[in-house]
């Protein structure tokens, strides 16, 4: 099971930090990865890690502004989203995938890699 938290409203140019904790499997085996989403659209990858934390992948909206990072001895990954804009406003999800790493940057942001999501939790960005 994987449950996210820390989404809010913000003004823009502000921070939040999203976390995930897992339970029910073992953390340090899966890789993660934190998507987002709102109506209409489908759902983008933003950012993955690695199942040690070494390897790390962003997508061009978020590369620079957000960072990702896991700790296994909590079973938690978190997403640090920096200088937030209106157009990061979207639900926001968790996911795990059964491997260990990605040699591409594409799959990792693939939602097909990933086989167990969390609920979600909405992030809202004022101007």
């Known amino acids: 099971q994987l449950q996210a938290s820390g989404g809010g409203l913000m003004e823009a140019g502000g921070s939040l930090r999203l976390s995930c904790l897992a339970s029910g499997r073992p953390f340090s085996n899966y890789a993660m990865g934190w998507f987002r989403q709102t109506p209409g659209k489908e759902r983008e990858g933003l950012s993955a890690?690695?199942?040690?934390?070494?390897?790390?992948y962003y997508s061009g909206s978020v590369k620079g502004r957000f960072t990702i990072s896991r700790d296994n001895a909590k079973n938690t990954v978190y997403l640090q989203m920096n200088s937030l804009k209106p157009e990061d406003t979207a639900v926001y999800y968790c996911?795990?995938?059964?491997?260990?790493?990605?040699?591409?940057?594409?799959?990792?942001?693939?939602?097909?890699?990933?086989?167990?999501w969390g609920q979600g939790t909405l992030v809202t960005v004022s101007s």
């Open positions: 890690i690695s199942i040690n934390g070494v390897s790390t």
């Open positions: 996911a795990a995938a059964p491997f260990g790493s990605w040699w591409s940057l594409e799959r990792a942001l693939s939602p097909y890699e990933y086989d167990h």
